[in-house]
């Protein structure tokens, strides 16, 4: 009389062990292609085919960016759809 697994049994177990391949411990991120362009603190998205264009992220409103005399100055446009905006 033998003791042990039986090796048919035993190849069962291994190839159904092996197609589990489920990790329920890895985190998953969306897959985005687009890399999100967000300032550092998060507030504001920046466009970089539209280069003085702003959205403020809390409030989706669009916000127009330019210098004039060296000075930053930024204006709301009161739109939340991007294309008002340009």
Request: glycine share 6%; no cysteine.
């Amino acid at each position: 009389m033998k003791t042990g697994i039986v090796p048919d049994m035993v190849s069962l177990t291994f190839k159904s062990a092996m197609t589990d391949t489920k990790d329920t411990n890895r985190e998953t991120k969306p897959k985005s292609k687009r890399i999100e362009r967000l300032s550092p603190d998060g507030k504001w998205r920046s466009f970089p085919k539209v280069p003085n264009l702003l959205q403020y992220v809390s409030t989706g409103l669009y916000f127009a960016r330019v210098k004039v005399n060296g000075k930053l100055i930024r204006r709301g446009l009161n739109t939340k759809v991007f294309e008002d905006a340009i």
